[in-house]
Nanobody
């Protein structure tokens, strides 16, 4: 079965940094588009960043210039480098892929940014 396992979350102060990882298995990772989403308490899940098989990236306006998405095809892993974190970034972060069945989500990883 497809598996997406997020890690790297934690508690940081405003202005700090974290790097999230998402290990994908049982998909054709190298030809996939990968994405990071987040869901804050009481809010809908929102798209944060994407990276396609050619390495082209897109970002939500709220994180542009602060977050960087990247991928390592040899490790079947996508990363989200998060700098200059703000309390508004507090959320559960999820990865996903166009190669994954619609509606499938992993457990996510919690990011909490204190003021």
């Amino acid at each position: 079965q497809v598996q997406l396992v997020e890690s790297g979350g934690g508690l940081v102060q405003a202005g700090g940094s974290l790097r999230l990882s998402c290990a994908a298995s049982r998909i054709s990772f190298s030809i996939s588009t990968m994405a990071w989403y987040r869901q804050a308490p009481g809010k809908q899940r929102e798209l944060v960043a994407t990276i396609n098989s050619a390495g082209s990236t897109n970002y939500a306006d709220s994180v542009k210039g602060r977050f960087t998405i990247s991928r390592d095809n040899a490790k079947n892993t996508v990363y989200l480098q998060m700098n200059s974190l703000e309390p508004e970034d507090t959320a559960v972060y999820y990865c996903n892929s166009n190669m994954v069945r619609a509606g499938y989500w992993g457990q996510g990883t919690q990011v909490t940014v204190s003021s």
